[in-house]
């Protein structure tokens, strides 16, 4: 679960800013022991004043990313569940509209779709967004619902004597609140909880918390990051995942180098716990390292959210587990305006 979020949770995605519009592309590729993977993203945010009024502005954003995967592994469980194939190409779209209704409020949604030869996907979701105590302090309320289909499949679980029958169809809802707090000129505090439901799995709780501080003698920027995640319950044989709880903490430092250079730091600690059956004595305990960072160029020396400059990053990073696994990743992108 961790190896198919560091990917993802490294590229830069979209800002939905003030601006007529902006087009961002970056690829990157994961190595590790048993798999190897190449994903590409472009995505691109337009925003139009339909409506005339401050506070009713409007952002609309749309995006695709392909990964192909090719498994070393020929017992992983995908391999199996595609009849011995190795490789697996993944596609998916996503796009999210926002409209502001007046100052501190606005209406979202967003919806996306997943497809590859071990099954397709697709969500759609709403949130509702408020801002308080003078525009310092914002909430957003979210609900998406998710359906999956996959290839029906069955495998018998390693040292458990438990067979497990992947079933056809997976619905489920994500419920989410979360907050954003600008707690002084130089602090931002972020949080969150959000319900998970599916049909395969007991019910999963996740809080999330950050911190963001920005040191203006040296003009950098503190990122302090933690989460929890907790799936406990009965564990039917419908899923190759059982009983999980997991824990993480990051810290990220970013430096200002000259007028156009940002470079970041981060390290992230991972705890997970999983009982692969409930019913079994077996538990599986992984902890794991991170390093990571980037170095960005900006076209014009800008503030943080470089909301006028295009700009170029690279980013790479370092992963081992206690299985042992080890893992490395390094991409490329871009971004500019229109």
Known sequence: MLRKTIISTSLFFLSTQSLAGRIETAGAFYKEDSQSTFIESLSTTFNPKWIEGEGYGSSFSLGLTAKQTEYSDKNDPVVKQL????ELKQFSGS???SQGLGIGRSVGANF???????????????NFGEWWLEETFQTVFSATRTWVEQIPYSTLL?????????????????????????TTPNLILRGGYNLITRSDRPNAHALNAEGRYYVEPTRSAIHLKGAYYLNVGEVKPVSLYGEVEAYSASLEWHQ?????WILMGGYRYYFEKETPVAATASINQIGSDYFYGSLRWRFADVGWTAEESPEIYVFGGFYQNNEPNKAYMSGIGASLYF
């Open 83 to 86: 009849n011995g194939e190795t």
């Open 95 to 97: 796009g999210s509209f």
């Open 112 to 126: 996306g779709l997943g497809d590859s030869r071990a099954g397709s996907s697709k969500w759609l979701g709403v």
């Open 158 to 182: 390693p040292g458990d004597l438990q067979r497990v029958y992947l079933p056809e169809n997976v619905d489920g809802w994500n419920f989410g609140v979360s907050f954003y707090q600008l």
């Open 256 to 260: 200002r180098l000259a007028k156009q």
